[in-house]
């Protein structure tokens, strides 16, 4: 099995060096194979993680934190990469990264690579696009 290549992204402050660390600790033994983790945004990684905007701000930081954070995200959608949000405060925003991982990875391993972007939902999203790309893929399985 081929390395996974995954692509930790945030706005400044939102840890993305961190989960990076605690992933890299983690990861190859979770998958049972290597992983690359840069925290880069490439359009070649496998998968993205998307550092979710739940961890204490600054109020005079928050508006570059939203700018950055949404550049990031249309960036994504621009390139029509796999990626998931990831939130919580240390040992739960790591293993929300691991199972985002996972999934995607069964997911690939399911459908494969030339289908289309698969993309995590997770329970606290309130992203409209990913709804509405949730469930018109349930409408079209009907």
Same mark, same amino acid.
């Given at each position: 099995?081929?390395?996974?290549?995954?692509?930790?992204?945030?706005?400044?402050g939102?840890?993305?060096?961190?989960?990076?660390?605690?992933?890299?600790?983690t990861?190859?033994?979770?998958?049972?194979?290597? #992983?690359?983790? $840069?925290?880069q +945004?490439?359009? @070649?990684?496998?998968?993205?993680? *998307?550092?979710?905007?739940? =961890? %204490?701000?600054?109020?005079? #930081?928050?508006? $570059?934190?939203? +700018?950055?954070? @949404?550049?990031?995200?249309e960036? *994504?959608?621009?390139?029509? =990469? %796999?990626?998931?949000?990831?939130?919580?405060?240390?040992?739960?925003?790591?293993?929300?990264?691991?199972?985002?991982?996972?999934?995607?990875?069964?997911?690939?391993?399911r459908?494969?690579?030339?289908?289309?972007?698969w993309h995590?939902?997770?329970?606290?999203?309130?992203?409209?696009?990913?709804?509405?790309?949730?469930f018109?893929?349930?409408?079209?399985?009907?």
């Amino acid at each position: 099995m081929a390395p996974l290549n995954i692509a930790i992204v945030g706005a400044p402050g939102t840890g993305k060096t961190t989960l990076a660390h605690a992933l890299k600790q983690t990861l190859a033994h979770t998958l049972g194979s290597p #992983a690359n983790i $840069t925290t880069q +945004a490439q359009p @070649a990684a496998d998968f993205t993680l *998307l550092m979710g905007l739940d =961890l %204490p701000c600054t109020p005079d #930081a928050a508006p $570059t934190r939203d +700018a950055a954070d @949404a550049q990031l995200r249309e960036w *994504l959608h621009t390139h029509a =990469l %796999p990626y998931a949000v990831v939130y919580g405060l240390g040992h739960t925003r790591v293993q929300c990264a691991l199972e985002a991982i996972g999934r995607h990875v069964q997911a690939t391993q399911r459908t494969g690579p030339a289908d289309t972007p698969w993309h995590w939902n997770c329970d606290h999203c309130s992203d409209a696009v990913c709804e509405r790309q949730l469930f018109s893929r349930l409408v079209n399985l009907l």
